[in-house]
């Protein structure tokens, strides 16, 4: 088997995680026959990170570096007309300030930008050497080849770090947060809806919002909120919810926007909502109507107008009836 062979069977092995870095790096190792390959980003205007890093083929821990000196910095430096550069030989004495290839012993080193979906920069792949190196037309292609894959795994790591911190902000929160999808089934719940219905998630996810609230309440109230909601509305409104083990319903605020996924379209609603039961509650006895009746759920609607409210309560309450 060829060094480019073992190169693409590398990248061909199936891996969703950090370890095709590793992976990836070793094939462009390989295909250059240069010691080190490295996948590194700008962590902000003055330092770099450098992700994943590779002697051979093992794996050294991740570490951060002083941009200003650094062979990196000059490939940054000539993004607007170049996404590649190589330093062919001498890289010490180019670059005489920055520890790190005087350390190692590196004297040569070639990169490649990682440009987004905007075209900006959004890592670079590098390879260093002890040994002068020479660019071919096999190599660069390599090169651009393989940052545009690092580019879309990174993408897609960075997309599923930030879905699986949302899915725990929301499974931890005692809020009431739900996603429900075009199917009007439950996605993604948090711990309040659980301690709302009394059932674990796992017994509410999957799930039909009828199953939960009955076919009456999800036909004539639910529903056309969120049908308003895939179609781009973010429509409020306030509803009676009696869960069977509550001895008494409550009246919940609740707020209907819809999720858009990376191709611009709406993929779900995030439905989120508040008792709002002894704030109306408070509100009623204030302007001196008839109290609403915690055990019934029964509203007094005497004088009960958003005229007549505070600019705090009007919102809350104006709709409470609907």
């Known amino acids: ?6 190169a693409l069977a ?3 092995a199936p891996c969703t995680d950090k ?6 790096l070793r094939a462009l190792a390989l295909v250059t026959q240069c010691r080190w390959a490295g996948f590194g980003r700008l962590k902000n205007a003055s330092q770099g990170e450098v992700i994943a890093f590779c002697d051979n ?4 821990p991740a570490f951060d570096f002083e941009l200003a000196g650094s062979p990196c910095e000059s490939l940054y430096q000539q993004q607007e007309t170049s996404t590649h550069i190589l330093h062919a030989r001498d890289l010490q004495k180019r670059f005489p300030h920055f520890a790190l290839i005087r350390e190692i012993g590196a004297q040569s080193y070639q990169a490649e930008l990682i440009l987004g979906i905007d ?8 390879v260093l050497d002890t040994l002068p190196q020479a660019e071919s037309a096999k190599s660069k292609e390599f090169f651009r080849i393989l940052a545009q894959r690092i580019g879309l795994e990174y993408h897609r790591m960075l997309v599923n770090r930030e879905l699986a911190m949302h899915k725990q902000m929301i499974a931890t929160t005692d809020h ?6 075009t199917d009007y089934c439950y996605r993604m719940v948090s711990k309040g809806y659980e301690q709302l219905f009394n059932r674990a998630k796992e017994e509410i ?10 076919g009456k309440t999800f036909e004539k109230k639910i529903r056309p ?4 909601a895939f179609n781009g509305e973010t429509p409020e409104a306030n509803h009676w919810l009696h869960p069977p083990h509550l001895a008494a319903p409550l009246l919940m605020s609740v707020r209907h926007s819809p999720c858009i996924n990376d191709a611009g379209e709406i993929c779900g609603v995030i439905v989120s909502s508040h008792d709002i039961t002894r704030l109306s509650a408070l509100a009623l006895s204030s302007l001196g109507t008839e109290a609403l009746n915690l055990n019934t759920g029964s509203l007094g609607t005497k004088n009960l107008s958003a005229e007549n409210l505070s600019p705090e309560l009007g919102p809350e309450l104006k709709t409470a009836n609907s």
């Open 10 to 12: 590398l990248l061909a």
């Open 225 to 228: 909120l969120l049908e308003r």
């Open 57 to 60: 083929k093992q794996s050294l």
């Open 176 to 181: 009431l947060l739900a996603f429900i999808g």
């Open 19 to 24: 370890r095709f870095f590793q992976r990836a």
């Open 1 to 6: 088997m060829t060094d480019t062979e073992e």
């Open 205 to 214: 996810i999957g799930k039909h919002i009828a199953e939960l609230h009955g």
């Open 119 to 126: 075209g900006k920069p959004v890592g670079h792949i590098f």
